[in-house]
């Protein structure tokens, strides 16, 4: 399998990242000569920074790290014009499943990415490869570093090491400084077709046939969410209760309650994901700073700071992961009320939600076009609210209101 299988619908930037990973393997094997100060290397197609954009779901991340894998590829056959990323050598597979050496694949759970990280992945981008390849730093959330941790990256960015390549992955072009922007070559990825999102869960995840292809349809095309819908009954059941909420808000007490149970449904995720990471956190930690059995777990004097440090990141990734199952729910909400409007405009597209048909002529026969358009953009202006950091159950009763009143 190529490293690029899992890359669908981007044929565009695959080629470019192809012609790229030829040129950069030209320049390791002595058969192009290195640009100088960050310029392009190996005959233009390969330069030392690169920016992934694109919505999400549209596979920014996987196309960084399948162009990782390439970088990485020693495959015998790139000797007899074979393209670098065949997915099964040493360089390939290691890159692709976080093991090697001169690969550091970064994301985070927290809210943002500070200056403490940056500043030692800018420590590793120093390093010379350890394979004598390239050092590939794959920063999955760099719409997440704090203004501070940008400028700090810009220098590395600015004055790069002969032999690192940064990878960055974000949203929109506008999600990171103009001055790292100008410095990076910037691809932009679409979303994948719903066929071929659906045809990419049968393939490689055994998904039944008819569950992908539901799944892909309701997710518009975002591969990780049909993914998670395919695969987990409770986020099936956690979308089918948001679908049910432009029913529900007939009156105050309609809205307030609906907002609560969103809210609330949100809390449940971050709770879970506690469960599951946080006590095994907690317990490593423990036992690594010699909390030893049978003094109670007390643990030794002077680490007391080191499980606070815990604590709060574990904190901030709580309420991270309530944000984001708050945001999905909202995307979910958006995407019933674009079916509503394709409806009531007759437009051709085909609707997302087809298990929730009846529910959506209902609200469509029931409301004007303005009025969908009006309950779309409150659904907008509470996703902003809840960036500003607005409490979420105050930001999510004023979106439910909205959505009544049309």
């Not at 012609?19 to 030209?26: H, I, L, T």
């Not at 932009?188 to 045809?199: E, I």
């Not at 529900?248 to 449940?268: F, N, S």
Request: some cysteine; glycine content about 10%; charged content about 25%.
């Amino acid at each position: 399998m190529a490293v690029w299988d899992d890359l669908v619908g981007q044929d565009r930037v695959t080629e470019q990242l192809s012609a790229a990973a030829r040129d950069a393997d030209a320049l390791v094997t002595g058969a192009a000569a290195p640009g100088e100060g960050g310029a392009p290397v190996g005959g233009g197609s390969m330069t030392h920074a690169w920016l992934f954009t694109g919505p999400p779901g549209s596979g920014r991340a996987t196309a960084a790290r399948a162009f990782a894998a390439a970088l990485q590829c020693v495959s015998p056959d790139r000797a007899h014009g074979g393209m670098p990323g065949c997915g099964f050598c040493d360089g390939c597979h290691t890159s692709l499943v976080g093991t090697h050496a001169d690969v550091e694949i970064v994301r985070t759970d927290q809210l943002s990415i500070g200056v403490k990280e940056t500043r030692d992945l800018v420590r590793r981008s120093q390093l010379s490869p350890a394979g004598g390849r390239w050092q590939v730093i794959v920063l999955e959330d760099a719409d997440r570093l704090t203004e501070g941790a940008g400028n700090v990256l810009l220098k590395a960015v600015e004055e790069p090491a002969p032999r690192t390549v940064w990878l960055l992955c974000t949203p929109s072009l506008e999600d990171v400084l103009p001055t790292i922007r100008s410095r990076c070559r910037s691809l932009t990825l679409r979303t994948p077709p719903v066929d071929a999102v659906a045809d990419l869960l049968a393939r490689r995840d055994g998904i039944e046939p008819g569950l992908a292809a539901q799944s892909a349809r309701a997710t518009q095309g975002h591969i990780d969410r049909a993914r998670r819908l395919a695969t987990d009954e409770r986020a099936r059941a956690r979308r089918a209760a948001v679908l049910k909420l432009p029913l529900r808000v007939d009156d105050i007490g309609g809205c307030l309650k609906g907002a609560q149970e969103l809210v609330d449904a949100a809390a449940e995720d971050a709770k879970q994901v506690a469960e599951e990471v946080d006590t095994k956190e907690t317990e490593e930690l423990r036992a690594a700073l010699g909390a030893a059995a049978g003094t109670g777990g007390r643990l030794p004097r002077g680490t007391a700071g080191v499980m606070k440090d815990l604590q709060d990141r574990q904190k901030r990734r709580g309420t991270r992961t309530q944000r984001d199952s708050l945001d999905l729910a909202l995307v979910d909400l958006t995407g019933f009320y674009r079916d509503v409007l394709a409806m009531q405009l007759g437009s051709p597209i085909a609707i997302a939600n087809v298990d929730v048909e009846d529910a959506l002529r209902r609200v469509a026969s029931g409301s004007r076009p303005e009025q969908t358009l009006r309950r779309i953009e409150a659904i907008i202006e509470c996703r902003r609210a809840l960036d500003r950091n607005v409490a979420p159950l105050l930001a999510v009763e004023a979106m439910t209101v909205a959505l009544r009143a049309g």
